[in-house]
Nanobody, 120 residues
Framework: QVQLVESGGGSVQAGGSLRPSCAAS????????MGWYRQAPGKQRELVAA???????NFVDSVKDRFILSRDLAKKTMYLEMNSLKPEDTAVYYCHAFIISVSGRQGYYWGQGTQVTVSS
């Protein structure tokens, strides 16, 4: 029942922008340790952006000046605003979070991923 669902990926030309979102649904008590990962074909999945334990954000250096991480706690939704996109950003982007359900079940969850394709 508890799940993370990504949406908002797509195809853009270099220099364009996308704002994928990740929504947590189900009987959720709390969500924490939230972040975005990405995986390009043939490459290891890497952390792109994440909230720190104190609520601040951090980014991999390659996107630090271009991406913005935000969340809407009421909607249990996290967003990744990606600006000035480059072909190197092409990957499947995955939401990741630690979730505690109302029943007490807890653990890390992955979204199914949303494809981001940037053409030159």
């Amino acid at each position: 029942q508890v799940q993370l669902v990504e949406s908002g990926g797509g195809s853009v030309q270099a220099g364009g922008s996308l704002r994928p979102s990740c929504a947590a649904s189900g009987s959720i008590f709390s969500t924490s340790d939230m972040g975005w990962y990405r995986q390009a074909p043939g490459k290891q999945r890497e952390l792109v952006a994440a909230f720190t334990s104190g609520g601040a954000t951090n980014f991999v250096d390659s996107v630090k000046d271009r991406f913005i991480l935000s969340r809407d706690l009421a909607k249990k939704t996290m967003y990744l605003e990606m600006n000035s996109l480059k072909p190197e950003d092409t990957a499947v982007y995955y939401c990741h979070a630690f979730i505690i359900s109302v029943s007490g079940r807890q653990g890390y969850y992955w979204g199914q991923g949303t494809q981001v394709t940037v053409s030159s």
